[in-house]
């Protein structure tokens, strides 16, 4: 039995940040319900993965419910922006998505990463249920957000630190 269950449903407002400088960074998500503020702690694979997964997702609702009226991802960068109290819950070990047709809501399900002791049944879970519009800006947020981050070499592939970078494949080794 998870450790808890949290629905914030429906979400006042759902977004994702980072806090910290490139390389150092720390991801979250975070959403507002009322007077109440839930923040998860997110890799910035994660968020890169959520954001793709969030357009597709959308993009399949909409082939399959054509009279649905197209989400916005207007976004305000000021009210995109991740708020005290930064207080995560958890570490999410898995992100999914899910929609409910009756309600047109968008649902991202949370788990709690656990370690090899714990029991996997014993993870906390927090589900945000959002408009499509809100993951939309969501989605488009996150994608901006992880594009600020370290340069990517276009040889390796791997972030380029601002003091250098040391290329595995221009160091003259095959192997």
Same mark, same amino acid.
């Given at each position: 039995?998870p ?5 914030v449903?429906?979400?006042?407002h759902i977004?994702?940040?980072a806090?910290?400088?490139?390389? @150092? ?6 959403a507002? @319900?009322?007077?109440r503020t839930?923040?998860v702690?997110? #890799?910035?694979a994660q ?9 597709? +997702?959308? =993009? ?10 197209e989400?916005?991802?207007d +976004? ?7 708020h005290? !109290?930064?207080? !995560? ?6 992100i999914?998505?899910a929609?409910?047709k #009756?309600?047109?809501?968008v649902?991202? +399900?949370?788990? #709690?990463?656990l370690?090899? #002791?714990?029991e996997?049944? =014993? ?6 249920w959002?408009?499509?519009s ?16 370290? !340069?990517?070499? !276009?040889?390796?592939?791997?972030p380029?630190?601002?003091?250098? /970078? +040391?290329c595995?494949?221009k160091?003259g /080794?095959? /192997?």
């Amino acid at each position: 039995m998870p450790r808890f269950e949290i629905d914030v449903d429906p979400c006042d407002h759902i977004t994702a940040d980072a806090i910290g400088s490139p390389g @150092q960074r720390v991801f979250y998500l975070q959403a507002y @319900q009322d007077n109440r503020t839930i923040t998860v702690l997110i #890799e910035k694979a994660q968020l890169q993965s959520l954001a793709i997964g969030v357009e597709q +997702f959308l =993009s399949q609702i909409s082939q399959q419910n054509p009279d649905l009226e197209e989400a916005s991802g207007d +976004f305000v960068e000021e009210q995109m922006r991740i708020h005290p !109290p930064v207080d !995560p819950l958890f570490r999410a070990g898995e992100i999914g998505l899910a929609y409910d047709k #009756e309600r047109d809501r968008v649902i991202v +399900f949370t788990k #709690e990463l656990l370690t090899e #002791e714990e029991e996997p049944d =014993s993870a906390a879970q927090v589900r945000f249920w959002a408009s499509r519009s809100q993951m939309r800006k969501l989605a488009r947020w996150g994608a901006d957000v992880t594009s600020r981050g370290r !340069p990517i070499c !276009p040889q390796c592939g791997q972030p380029m630190e601002p003091e250098g /970078h +040391f290329c595995p494949k221009k160091n003259g /080794h095959l /192997h």
